[in-house]
């Protein structure tokens, strides 16, 4: 059976795994084994995070197990922190080139390779959870994904959501727009691009330096992610407030696979890889939901002293103000930047009508 086959007609009743991905047509005579019986397979995978973190490591974790368990032991996979590999911002480079087999990492990483990666894993005011998986598996997402990293050599997947992310640590307090004039804070992605707009110095940081550039006033605050991961991080230790979100409100990690490596694996490996994958991504989004339930439990009995806060309404209208003149400049000097974000502002369009009857007024009236 041909590998399209396979895909095509085998485990999700006909639903293709992954959108376009894995239905790509091959070469002719390409020499690919339809099936792994006698073959061994070892990959190496390149995370973007310091060693044994918390959450994010367990999905590339689990995938190496669900993989080795699945395979019978004939496709194994090595998984590196960026504590060994040494280059956190470097996995795109080391899985293009096949130093890696593939990397478990975020794509707006690489927004200065291609600037359209900055929108695929989430947008400031943009889609949240379950809108985003809408859009990338029965939105005709995974196609735009497929568009964007192809082109690289590249095939990009889910790897697991945060859900919200929070909008920060600060050692001061923000009380207008003004108060980011001159604000040294980490950010990556649109986001931080959108404060630089109104003074503030966006610094992009890896995870294992943030504490210390706290620490040090080398940055005035931080950006991570939520209560289930930032606590561990220790920023409550050395700030005072800390704000709700806007800039990331659903953000996917991505496994990023070195396109050729892909395609010369047999096909039922190939299958065993997407839906681990796929299952590790569901477990790692379920992981930081409950994750962020304790982290706000901790917070609030063993921090009392932390404020948790609101940016005033008059930063937010600025702030969403400023999101949409960064996206149409994107939009207008980018013809892949403009489809991927046109096509994702029309679906957010009819989903949230559906979101507002449906999620939004359940949560008004529980
Ligand atoms: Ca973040």
């Not at 050729?260 to 299952?279: G, I, N």
């Not at 489809?339 to 009857?357: N, P, S």
Request: aromatic share 12%; hydrophobic share 40%; with cysteine.
């Amino acid at each position: 059976m041909k590998r399209r086959d396979v895909l095509r007609t085998g485990l999700l009743s006909g639903v293709a795994l992954f959108g376009a991905a894995c239905q790509q047509k091959r070469p002719e005579g390409g020499g690919q084994p339809a099936a792994s019986a006698h073959v061994r397979v070892h990959w190496r995978l390149a995370t973007s995070w310091p060693p044994n973190f918390p959450i994010f490591e367990h999905g590339p974790r689990r995938l190496a197990e669900l993989l080795e368990r699945l395979s019978g032991g004939r496709f194994t996979l090595e998984v590196d922190s960026a504590g060994k590999h040494k280059a956190p911002f470097g996995v795109f480079d080391m899985v293009r080139s096949g130093t890696y087999h593939m990397g478990h990492t975020a794509a707006y990483y690489w927004k200065g390779k291609e600037p359209a990666m900055a929108l695929l894993t989430t947008v400031p005011f943009g889609m949240n959870v379950w809108e985003q998986y809408a859009w990338l598996f029965y939105g005709g997402g995974m196609e735009l994904m497929e568009k964007v990293f192809r082109p690289h050599g590249l095939l990009s997947f889910p790897a697991g959501n945060t859900g919200v992310q929070m909008g920060g640590w600060f050692r001061k307090e923000i009380r207008s727009v003004h108060d980011f004039r001159g604000l040294k804070i980490r950010i990556p992605g649109l986001g931080g691009e959108v404060l630089a707009r109104l003074g503030a110095e966006p610094i992009t940081l890896p995870a294992g330096e943030l504490y210390t550039a706290l620490e040090k006033r080398v940055i005035d605050a931080v950006e991570w992610v939520s209560p289930a991961i930032d606590l561990l991080m220790g920023f409550q230790e050395i700030s005072e407030y800390y704000y709700l979100g806007w800039h990331e409100p659903a953000a996917e990690l991505q496994y990023l696979v070195n396109e050729r490596a892909f395609e010369e694996l047999p096909a039922d490996f190939q299958a065993m890889l997407l839906v681990a994958m796929k299952e590790t991504a569901l477990d790692t989004t379920s992981e930081f939901f409950a994750r962020n339930i304790e982290g706000l439990e901790t917070l609030r009995t063993k921090y009392p002293l932390v404020k948790v806060l609101r940016f005033p309404d008059e930063v937010i209208a600025e702030l969403k103000r400023q999101t949409q003149l960064l996206l149409n400049e994107y939009a207008a000097r980018d013809s892949l930047f403009r489809q991927v974000w046109d096509h994702q502002r029309r679906f957010l369009e009819r989903a949230r009508q559906w979101t507002e009857i449906s999620e939004y007024y359940y949560l008004t009236i529980r």
